[in-house]
């Protein structure tokens, strides 16, 4: 199981910007093929943010798209997430997952079985 660490989250006020990291303990292209951003909000269900997989294609949520950019470095074993004009209900616990069993760009918490522990991402207004 690859441990999955995320990093850069922290208060930013409405109209800011944040890069998340997400710093994995292994190679993950060669066997990891799709990773995935989700957040947690206060008292909401889980969501998923976006998805990429090992040839760079991409997946978002549609009311994310334009304002969020998931990207990988692998040779860093990192994943991204910048994030542009946030809003307060943005705020969430921001998490990144990484699954080696499909190359689909789900969203569904449930088709990742790898997880970190977590960034926090309070955006005030």
């Known amino acids: 199981q690859v441990h999955l660490v995320e990093s850069g989250g922290g208060s930013v006020q409405s109209g800011g910007s944040l890069r998340l990291s997400c710093v994995a303990s292994?190679?993950?292209?060669?066997?990891?093929?799709?990773m995935c951003w989700f957040r947690q909000a206060p008292g909401k269900e889980g969501e998923g943010v976006a998805a990429i997989d090992i040839f760079g294609s991409t997946n978002y949520a549609g009311s994310l798209k334009g304002r969020f950019t998931i990207s990988r470095d692998d040779p860093k074993n990192t994943l991204y997430l910048r994030m542009n004009s946030l809003k307060p209900d943005d705020t969430a616990i921001y998490y990144c997952a990484a699954d080696r069993r499909s190359y689909d760009l789900a969203l569904a918490p449930n088709e990742y079985d790898n997880w970190g522990q977590g960034t926090q991402v309070p955006v005030s207004s």
């Open positions: 292994e190679y993950v292209a060669s066997s990891y093929y799709r």
